[in-house]
């Protein structure tokens, strides 16, 4: 069987299909995977064996000068980020059996479109339940298109939000469609969803509420990391207890010096040394005590399992990896789908949601009081050994058996 995987975003719309593509080749499959061309990425697909097609733009240049929430530009963005679904997904996917996407809803509109005009199976795969449709939770905004915030009828809001999407994507869409052959589309949001799109999340971390749409959960799709931490790191993690790690991943933060100040600082507070990660955010230490080490792109899995506690932005990634290494989590969401993550992890019992996307030292340390306490880090351990790690391979199989 050939598969063809698309995905377009920052690290946690890329790494999940590193860990598909892995399970469905082992399992048999030829796979390809249409990725961003930022390097990070490329190379994280090579070092596992899977052949990756440069698709679009790269991500990092884009996320990290885009003012967040706004709309400037985007309608060029997103044209683009379509067209690359209709050019070069397009072309790769021609004779294969099975196209699955991910990512924005102009390229996976665009990928259901491409799957249509060949005639090969196509799945829709989201990374977080908070953009499928449900009665239980608020839409999330569009880029310069807030939803009414007196409004409080879920089932009312999705249906306006269905609406926006077709404004800002359908002409676009239907315009690219019919330059393949193919009719127009009324309804982009559900076009590109279908009604049985795939969601990869832990059920325990994640439950998604059963409801018209026919979701098929998977569990997160996680490949285990088997690189070594760097030498130097691995010395720093033996001088001493264990530390707090503080990383922000992919996403940018205002003001990163101050975040990063006041992270270490409240650290230092609690008499805990510091793992700090640049991350697209580019934080760095505030000065040269040896109590810090900072980090680039590292093995978070086997980072996490040495940390006392870990300090991030609540991507479902890092929410995931933090969880089932089983340590006390606190959580600066800065948007999307992160608010969400940083909510569960405080249901759970397992970390802190922090309510400021500015930390200051003394939120902070207030945040790491309670996420160190005896109480958080023995939940944390317990809901640990609860989280699935055979998602992949269940959405692999899925795939190779036509069900789902």
């Not at 052959?181 to 998604?208: E, N």
């Amino acid at each position: 069987m050939r598969v063809v995987l698309s995905t377009y975003g920052a690290r946690g719309g890329v790494e999940p299909m590193v860990g598909l593509a892995v399970r469905l080749r082992e399992l048999g499959a030829q796979v390809r995977v249409c990725a961003p061309p930022d390097e990070e990425f490329t190379e994280r697909l090579a070092g596992v064996g899977v052949e990756v097609v440069p698709t679009g733009r790269p991500v990092r240049p884009l996320v990290t000068t885009v003012t967040p929430g706004s709309a400037e530009g985007l309608a060029q963005r997103m044209a683009e980020l379509m067209a690359a679904q209709f050019d070069t997904v397009a072309a790769v996917a021609q004779g294969s059996d099975a196209l699955v996407a991910t990512g924005p809803l102009p390229a996976t509109a665009g990928a259901r479109s491409v799957a249509e005009k060949l005639g090969i199976r196509y799945v829709h795969a989201s990374h977080q339940p908070v953009s499928l449709p449900s009665p239980y939770r608020r839409p999330p905004a569009r880029r310069g298109r807030p939803l009414p915030e007196d409004a409080t009828d879920n089932r009312a809001l999705w249906d306006v939000d269905a609406r926006i999407a077709n404004t800002m994507f359908g002409e676009e869409l239907n315009t690219q469609r019919a330059s393949f052959g193919l009719p127009p589309v009324d309804g982009v949001r559900d076009f590109a969803f279908t009604d049985r799109p795939w969601l990869a999340t832990d059920p325990v971390l994640s439950p998604w509420q059963p409801t018209e749409l026919g979701v098929v959960q998977t569990g997160a799709w996680i490949l285990p990391d088997e690189r070594p931490l760097p030498a130097d790191l691995v010395e720093f993690l033996d001088a001493g207890a264990a530390p707090v790690y503080v990383g922000f991943g992919s996403t940018p933060v205002s003001a990163p010096e101050e975040v990063a100040r006041a992270a270490v600082e409240a650290i230092r507070a609690q008499g805990r040394r510091v793992v700090l990660a640049r991350g697209w955010a580019g934080l760095a230490p505030i000065d040269d005590r040896d109590d810090c080490f900072v980090v680039g792109e590292v093995n978070q899995q086997a980072l996490f399992r040495r940390s006392v506690a870990v300090v991030h932005h609540g991507s479902a990634g890092t929410t995931t990896t933090a969880a089932l290494a089983g340590v006390p989590q606190v959580v600066v969401p800065q948007g999307a789908d992160q608010p969400y993550w940083a909510g569960r992890m405080a249901d759970l019992g397992v970390g802190v949601a922090h309510d400021d996307q500015a930390p200051t030292t003394e939120s902070l340390s207030t945040a790491l009081k309670a996420a160190l306490t005896s109480e958080t880090r023995a939940r944390a351990t317990a809901v640990a050994g609860t989280v699935r790690t055979d998602g992949a391979t269940v959405a692999a199989r899925l795939l190779l058996d036509g069900e789902g």
